[in-house]
């Protein structure tokens, strides 16, 4: 999404803090859904987005055995 698209740069940096400070980083992705508010388009919402964006999170920590 153009508006999360900044976060693949941070991320790097937060990775780069990881490994000079001798962890070994690990990155995630999840869905990134846009309701097209941003836009002045009040028929693009999407009310469960937040839901949904938090269940993939929830099952990605399962899987791996992380903790959100």
């Known amino acids: 999404m153009p508006c999360n ?3 693949r740069a941070l991320a790097a940096k937060v ?3 990881i490994r ?3 962890g070994t980083p690990m ?3 999840t869905i990134a859904i ?3 508010s941003p836009w002045g388009r ?3 919402g999407f009310a469960g987005q937040r839901e949904v964006i ?3 999170i929830e099952l990605l920590c399962d899987a791996t ?3 959100p």
Do not use: V
Request: cysteine-free.
């Open 5 to 7: 698209f900044h976060l």
């Open 15 to 17: 990775k780069e803090g």
């Open 34 to 36: 846009s309701d097209g």
């Open 42 to 44: 009040p028929d693009a």
């Open 20 to 22: 000079e400070a001798g």
């Open 27 to 29: 990155e995630f992705n």
């Open 54 to 56: 938090a269940d993939s």
């Open 65 to 67: 055995g992380s903790t």
